[in-house]
């Protein structure tokens, strides 16, 4: 993880860990990527509609709708390890 937007969650250092086969699913911490898979970010999933993601971030507390053809790969965040 870089940054604290998930702290205290997620922490800066820590590594999580996300399984491929999961599908996103309501009320889980997810990873979202962008198309080129060199943007990435961590949230808790808390809606979806055809056309984006809506996604909370602890620190600040946000709700922000990321639009579903800008960050199409979305998986199912299934634990962390302390750096």
Same mark, same amino acid.
Request: hydrophobic share 35%.
């Given at each position: 993880?870089?940054? =604290?937007? $998930? $702290?205290?969650?997620?922490?800066? #250092?820590?590594?999580?860990?996300?399984? @491929?086969? /999961? @599908? @996103? $699913?309501? +009320? %889980?911490? *997810? !990873?979202?990527? &962008?198309?080129? %898979?060199?943007? !990435?970010?961590? #949230?808790?999933?808390?809606?979806?509609?055809?056309? +984006?993601?809506?996604?909370? &971030?602890?620190?600040?507390?946000?709700? &922000?709708? /990321?639009? %579903?053809? =800008?960050? @199409?790969?979305?998986? %199912?965040?299934?634990? *962390?390890? +302390? $750096?």
């Amino acid at each position: 993880m870089i940054g =604290d937007s $998930a $702290a205290p969650r997620y922490e800066a #250092g820590d590594t999580v860990y996300i399984d @491929p086969t /999961l @599908p @996103p $699913a309501i +009320s %889980r911490w *997810c !990873a979202f990527w &962008q198309a080129d %898979r060199r943007t !990435a970010r961590v #949230g808790k999933l808390v809606g979806i509609t055809d056309g +984006s993601w809506e996604v909370e &971030q602890l620190h600040p507390r946000v709700t &922000q709708e /990321l639009a %579903r053809a =800008d960050w @199409p790969h979305v998986r %199912r965040i299934t634990g *962390c390890g +302390s $750096a």
